[in-house]
């Protein structure tokens, strides 16, 4: 029962991201409702090749996350001896600082050093495709890109931090939606400011 929850933990968060991007994908084919469309930031469409460019590595990354990952998640989880005992608030707001902060400090080293310009071509430029980001370009990336800088980080940190199962489980998913919501390509305050994320694509 345990394990099975953490083999499933990666389906859950990618079933919230691929809700998330599939709202923001359909505004931005539909250009409906119209007070979202409104916010969009840059007012470049979204096109179907847009979307067939990016749909294999999406594919991929959410075939690789369901299955290898998710078996080395559970493996990992299992080895650090995760329990179930739900967190007080206390705890979870503690958890969630000390995992706050090192998986920015992860990323904005690894952000920094794959705008390298030795590295920049094979490893992140792939990321920057896309000048106005949409949606499902959080997963749009080269592997060592995602997995190094990106979705690694999110499942290693969890139990050097806490070994409360729900905890993670919590930052996992809402690490999803913050993901999906930086590269919606909408101004969606209060809940999430994706501006500076936004500027950071026109590099
Ligand atoms: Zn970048
Ligand atoms: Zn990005």
Request: hydrophobic letters at 45%; a neutral charge.
């Amino acid at each position: 029962m345990m394990s099975s929850m953490f083999f499933f933990m990666n389906h859950v968060m990618s079933a919230f991201y691929v809700a998330v991007a599939t709202f923001f994908t359909a505004v931005d084919i539909s250009h409906k409702p119209e007070w979202l469309y409104k916010k969009k930031i840059q007012k470049v469409d979204v096109t179907w090749n847009d979307l067939k460019t990016m749909a294999p590595t999406v594919v991929l990354v959410g075939f690789l996350n369901c299955t290898v990952v998710s078996y080395l998640t559970q493996l990992y989880f299992t080895h650090m001896g995760l329990h179930m005992e739900i967190p007080s608030w206390l705890k979870l707001a503690q958890d969630f600082l000390l995992f706050a902060i090192f998986y920015d400090t992860i990323f904005f080293f690894w952000h920094l050093f794959s705008h390298q310009p030795s590295v920049y071509g094979w490893i992140h430029k792939k990321h920057h495709e896309f000048k106005s980001p949409q949606a499902f370009e959080g997963l749009y990336f080269t592997l060592i890109d995602f997995y190094a800088g990106n979705f690694g980080p999110l499942i290693l940190i969890g139990p050097l931090v806490t070994g409360h199962f729900y905890s993670i489980f919590t930052f996992t998913c809402l690490g999803a939606v913050s993901i999906s919501l930086a590269h919606c390509g909408y101004d969606a305050r209060p809940i999430h400011d994706p501006r500076i994320h936004d500027i950071h694509h026109e590099y």
